[in-house]
């Protein structure tokens, strides 16, 4: 079994510090557990496991947002850790995928502890407000970043540091019949994912789209990719939005004719 490197480690924590910032921020995506599995991945020299780590969390994340304040799963340090472990440990992207849904919804107890101490700052800066102090309310926006990174640090650096002696103890102490279970379930979760998209999608609707999909994997899946498919799916969405806008334009000439015929 191969073990992490101080550089890949530094490298790591590094990118969970910009993706955090990121997912507080702009949002560009660096915090997404796709970014995140490929990355690490990347560095650890098994880009195939990051993307199928990455994908699977991802789809996992779908619809899933801080809504009102709720704590989700941590799918950014579940997927560096995940795919880490799944690397260094040789079993495979499905065991990555079993242990990183576990340490995702673990670590939302670290989110809990990083965003309860952040509010000490934000008390802060509505004191500098009362007293007109607009740099004391930088400072104290500035400062706030502070809990959040670390709430992601902390566990990602100890788990990266000590993955190797991590990996060796769980699979001194899970049984073969658990660690099979893990690798099943995270076979599994795709599917799950992709129920979860098809909730938030309007398939009763375009259900002949979704159906021309399916066939086209299903049955060409041995020289069909998903790309061609999606290039497909693109083609027919133009070709619907066309014809949406012929029909508007018909609608709209017809009813400016009653006008002039009133």
């Known amino acids: 079994m191969q073990g992490v490197s101080l ?3 530094i490298a790591l924590i590094l ?10 921020s702009i949002q560009c995506g660096l915090y997404t557990p796709l970014f995140a599995a490929v990355i690490t991945g ?65 670590l939302t107890q670290m989110d809990i502890l990083g965003r309860m101490t952040n509010s000490f700052f934000q008390h802060y800066a509505d004191r500098c407000a009362e007293n007109a102090d607009y740099k004391g309310v930088e400072r104290a926006n500035l400062l706030g970043l502070l809990p959040w990174v670390l709430s992601r640090v902390i566990p990602v650096a100890l788990g990266l540091i000590f993955g190797e002696a991590v990996v060796n103890g769980v699979n001194a102490i899970i049984p073969a019949w ?8 995270g076979a599994i979760l795709p599917a799950m994912g992709m129920a979860i998209l098809m909730r938030y999608l309007p398939i009763k609707k375009y259900y002949p789209y979704f ?34 806008r012929e029909r508007a334009a018909v609608q709209t000439l017809d009813e400016e004719e009653v006008e002039i015929d009133g």
């Open 178 to 185: 658990f660690m099979t279970g893990l690798k099943t379930a």
């Open 42 to 106: 990347a560095l650890l020299g098994d880009l195939p496991t990051g993307l199928i780590v990455g994908a699977t969390l991802q789809l996992m994340t779908l619809g899933v947002a801080t809504y009102g304040g709720a704590t989700v799963p941590d799918y950014l340090s579940g997927a560096i850790m995940g795919t880490a472990y799944a690397i260094i440990s040789g079993q495979g992207a499905e065991y990555g995928i079993g242990l990183a849904i576990p340490i995702g919804l673990l």
């Open 7 to 9: 550089l890949v480690v």
């Open 211 to 244: 159906i021309i999909g399916f066939v086209l994997i299903a049955f060409g899946g041995a020289t069909f990719t998903v790309m061609a498919a999606a290039l497909i799916g693109l083609a027919l969405a133009a070709l619907h939005l066309s014809r949406a």
């Open 15 to 24: 990118y969970t510090v910009i993706a955090v910032v990121d997912q507080i």
